[in-house]
């Protein structure tokens, strides 16, 4: 069965460091994802991407962060400059469509970005 | 934005005995969504509910949306072992594209 890839599984880096975070998402799919879960907490949404440009994000993705999908198959996140707030656990995750059956988001296993 | 808030935030139960989380929201929702996420794993849809008073089931699990569509509830009967995880509900909005997940149910099943 086809599923999201994430790469690393596991990330540490030092405070104001930039970090990339991958993803593969599910090879149809049109709609790319990337969420996170503070240790202990709930899912939270960032942002969403769709034919090349991001459709929706929230307050927490701010310039620091960045999306992109280089090439046909992988869809990054980009953090600027680290803080410690950012250590999280990140999900990425791809649809094939927005609505009806569609809709249902695949998530990766997750990379852990740890920040010292 | 829309919220929900979920309860209650943990559950232990024997394992055989039913175990139900409610998902509630201030406002009419358009959908409610739920999820599993297994310790150390990552949400995984289960359903989707959009009609007032809908039920779904899949197996032992139950899925209510209620008349009003301002709450939801997910019911499993005779829980197992293999039940345990956090139990999420959530909202897709933002053009259907953003997930707005509540603030969980963690359920243990004490074999």
């Known amino acids: 069965e086809p599923e999201v890839t994430q790469t690393p599984s596991h990330q540490v880096t030092q405070m104001g460091q930039e970090v990339i975070l991958r993803c593969v998402p599910i090879?149809?799919?049109?709609?790319f994802y990337w969420y996170r879960q503070i240790l202990g907490q709930k899912v939270e949404f960032l942002v969403s991407f769709y034919n090349n440009e991001i459709s929706e994000k929230s307050e927490i993705f701010d310039d620091q962060f960045s999306v992109e999908r280089p090439d046909g198959s992988n869809f990054t996140l980009k953090i600027r400059s680290t803080k410690l707030e950012d250590s999280a656990m990140y999900f990425c995750?791809?649809?094939?469509?927005?609505?009806?059956?569609?809709?249902?988001?695949?998530f990766g296993p997750g990379t852990r970005l740890t920040v010292l | 934005g829309q919220q929900v808030m979920q309860i209650p935030q943990y559950q232990h139960v024997q394992e055989g005995e039913d175990f139900t989380t409610y998902c509630n929201s201030s406002t009419t929702l358009s959908n409610i969504q739920w999820y599993k996420q297994r310790p150390g794993g990552h949400p995984v849809f289960l359903i989707q509910l959009v009609k007032s008073g809908e039920v779904k089931k899949q197996k032992r699990l139950t899925f209510q949306f209620g008349e009003a569509k301002k709450n939801s509830s997910l019911h499993i009967t005779a829980t197992q072992t293999t039940d345990v995880g956090t139990y999420f509900c959530?909202?897709?909005?933002?053009?259907?594209?953003?997930?707005?997940f509540g603030t969980g149910t963690k359920l243990q099943v004490i074999p």
């Open positions: 995750a791809s649809s094939f469509g927005r609505t009806g059956r569609y809709n249902e988001q695949f």
């Open positions: 959530a909202i897709l909005s933002g053009g259907y594209q953003k997930v707005t």
């Open positions: 090879s149809n799919h049109l709609y």
